[in-house]
């Protein structure tokens, strides 16, 4: 059962780890989950979890739009179409 859990955790990623991975604040994080750019998986007490390889994606297309100029809400049009 532990490795089940393992095996969960190494899919999955906090906030903090977010913030460390990425270099960004913990306001960063939240506006982007607000805004739909990141989407909560899993709740465990106070702490987020998102999917990992989904953030990697997401966090280098955002990074990518945002040094091209794009605002928040175009960058949100093109990655999630809302």
Do not use: P
Request: aromatic share 10%.
């Amino acid at each position: 059962m532990a490795s089940q859990s393992n095996n969960h955790n190494n899919k999955m990623i906090s906030a903090r780890d977010i913030m460390t991975q990425y270099d960004v604040t913990y306001q960063t994080v939240n506006h982007y989950t607000d805004f739909g750019l990141l989407t909560v998986k899993a709740k465990r007490g106070n702490v987020r979890f998102y999917d990992k390889i989904l953030v990697k994606e997401r966090m280098q297309k955002i990074r990518l739009f945002i040094e091209e100029g794009y605002s928040l809400r175009l960058i949100r049009k093109k990655l999630i179409g809302i």
